[in-house]
């Protein structure tokens, strides 16, 4: 038997997972660290804390399981996206890393702004302008520290920081390349046009290559450090959202999934960029080789539910804590009480403003259509309809431009059988849901690496890894109920816009 190790290196920790070939998990082991959040929207992460954390959980995971590590076929990454962190000729980092959460470069962002129409930017890229992504944050570093961006020498996301610890290699691939935002999606090549707009330097972006080329072998100090054995080949894998795709099985067009937690997005796959003409959604490319996956993601989808649980249904989570069971099985029990619609109940699930479909940083929250009749369950169904009506929006631009008829839920919020058949109803989809809910990434950084290192003929091995665990089919009757309903729900948007605006002083 072969084995697959996967690191998932996220904000808050890195994930070490053991596969076998066959697809079943062998074991985990979790490495947590931190992230420092200052000056309101500054964020960064030491790099040599990730190191850390791949080689504490690699030898943990190795000593556990007791596998030989000549047993490890290969090593392949999933990671945040949307980062910058510079490093010199040797590697050797030259200041924090500057993480996907982090939006000081709005002065970048703006000066991008007067140079390039934002359709325009949107058409090469397939996203918007953003202080997010990795151009602009190495834009902020050359003008407020030019000595560290005359001492860099490549600018890395996280995984492909570790593929050089462990290879000495400096390397990406177009999924976490996009999160750039300056690649061209037409060539899959760092856009030339963007980075003289932007007046950087292309060669402190490493080469792309394919997410399943193998970098190289695990050199002789890197074994020692991680306790992989010498010349062990690591894939690069490709960015945390894309690996997922390949987790949920989107590894052809048409084939979508959703993630359900504190954020949410819907994503699938496609053989051309989807450009949305009001620019609601992105294109990212995908970790398959040729492909690429557009989505649309909301600010706050499991976060509204967990609003709702901590702020409005304390005395469900009393009881629950009496009874050992979850709170949100006594919601659910009080939502299945109220009808489609939730008795004229509308929920506007913007408590952290929105990203797609909206793009409103002004949107709040908002409960409509309040009346005397309504009780308690109407309340609380309309914060999941909400949710997925938002969702809907995004589904909707998707779907002109690809087949999707199911969908596969991941996340926390796949969990209750309530919310998973008002989806179905809503998207009007065959809503599937997998065994394991929390492993996608993983799986996905497995697969690409199983095809990298040549255990695996295609991205089909996925099949090996999802098994279904339930399957929630639409209600032709709620189906129909619910068109009315969701074009309500885009009124009220609509009407809430200009007294956003006010909110907000503008």
Request: aromatic content about 10%; charged content about 20%.
């Given at each position: 038997m072969k084995y697959i190790l996967a690191h998932d290196l996220g904000t808050s920790g890195n994930k070490a997972?053991?596969?076998?070939?066959?697809?079943?998990?062998?074991?985990?082991?979790?490495?947590?660290?931190?992230?420092?959040?200052?000056?309101?929207?500054?964020?960064?992460?030491?790099?040599?804390?990730?190191?850390?954390?791949?080689?504490?959980?690699?030898?943990?995971?190795?000593?556990?399981?007791?596998?030989?590590?000549?047993?490890?076929?290969?090593?392949?990454?999933?990671?945040?996206?949307?980062?910058?962190?510079?490093v010199d000729r040797q590697g050797t980092p030259l200041r924090s890393a500057i993480i996907w959460a982090d939006q000081r470069a709005q002065a970048q962002q703006e000066m991008l702004m007067r140079k390039i129409p934002l359709k325009e930017y949107y058409r090469i890229v397939g996203h918007r302008?953003?202080?997010?992504?990795?151009?602009?944050?190495?834009?902020?570093?050359?003008?407020?520290?030019p000595e560290i961006y005359r001492e860099t020498y490549k600018t890395l996301n996280a995984k492909d920081y570790i593929v050089f610890k462990l290879t000495g290699q400096f390397l990406t691939e177009p999924s976490d390349a996009s999160s750039n935002a300056c690649v061209d999606l037409k060539t899959f090549d760092w856009s030339e046009k963007l980075l003289d707009l932007a007046e950087v330097d292309r060669e402190k972006f490493p080469r792309i290559v394919p997410s399943t080329t193998v970098a190289g072998g695990v050199t002789r100090e890197a074994a020692e450090s991680t306790g992989l054995y010498p010349g062990t080949p690591v894939v690069l894998g490709g960015g945390d959202g894309l690996c997922a795709n390949v987790g949920a099985g989107s590894i052809a067009p048409g084939r979508t999934y959703s993630s359900i937690g504190s954020s949410a997005w819907i994503a699938?796959?496609?053989?051309?960029?989807?450009?949305?003409?009001?620019?609601?959604?992105?294109?990212?490319?995908?970790?398959?080789?040729?492909?690429?996956?557009?989505?649309?993601?909301m600010q706050?989808?499991?976060?509204?539910?967990?609003?709702?649980?901590?702020?409005?249904?304390?005395?469900?989570?009393?009881?629950?804590?009496?009874?050992?069971?979850?709170?949100?099985?006594?919601?659910?029990?009080?939502?299945a009480r109220s009808p489609v619609g939730a008795n004229g109940v509308m929920f506007l699930p913007y408590l952290l403003g929105e990203r797609a479909p909206r793009w409103n940083a002004d949107a709040r929250g908002a409960f409509l259509g309040l009346k005397m009749e309504n009780k308690r369950e109407d309340v609380l169904r309309s914060v999941l309809e909400g949710i997925t009506m938002n969702l809907a929006v995004i589904l909707d631009?998707?779907?002109?431009?690809?087949?999707?008829?199911?969908?596969?839920?991941?996340?926390?919020g796949a969990k209750g059988k309530v919310w998973r058949q008002m989806m179905a109803d809503i998207y009007d989809a065959r809503i599937k849901t997998p065994a394991l809910l929390e492993e996608g990434a993983s799986?996905?950084?497995?697969?690409?690496?199983?095809?990298?290192?040549?255990?695996?003929?295609?991205?089909?091995?996925?099949?090996?890894?999802?098994?279904?665990?339930?399957?929630?089919?639409?209600?032709?009757?709620?189906?129909?109920?619910?068109?009315?309903?969701?074009?309500?729900?885009?009124?009220?948007?609509?009407?809430?816009?200009?007294?956003?605006?006010?909110m907000a002083g503008k």
């Open positions: 997972t053991l596969f076998s070939e066959d697809g079943a998990l062998i074991g985990s082991k979790v490495y947590s660290y931190g992230a420092h959040y200052f000056n309101q929207t500054w964020a960064e992460q030491n790099p040599e804390d990730w190191w850390e954390a791949v080689c504490q959980s690699s030898g943990s995971l190795i000593r556990e399981t007791g596998i030989d590590p000549r047993e490890i076929a290969v090593v392949s990454f999933s990671g945040q996206m949307m980062g910058c962190l510079c302008n953003s202080a997010s992504y990795g151009l602009q944050k190495l834009m902020w570093v050359r003008d407020n520290q699938t796959t496609s053989k051309e960029p989807v450009l949305d003409e009001e620019m609601r959604t992105v294109t990212w490319a995908h970790v398959v080789p040729g492909l690429y996956s557009p989505n649309g993601t706050s989808a499991g976060g509204s539910y967990s609003w709702l649980k901590n702020e409005i249904c304390r005395w469900e989570s009393e009881q629950a804590g009496r009874k050992g069971i979850s709170p949100y099985d006594l919601i659910n029990e009080e939502i631009i998707l779907r002109k431009h690809v087949s999707i008829d199911e969908i596969l839920v991941v996340g926390g799986m996905g950084a497995a697969v690409v690496g199983g095809v990298g290192a040549g255990l695996f003929e295609g991205f089909e091995a996925i099949d090996r890894f999802v098994r279904v665990e339930s399957i929630e089919e639409p209600n032709p009757e709620a189906v129909q109920a619910y068109k009315p309903v969701r074009e309500m729900f885009e009124a009220c948007y609509a009407a809430m816009v200009p007294l956003y605006q006010k």
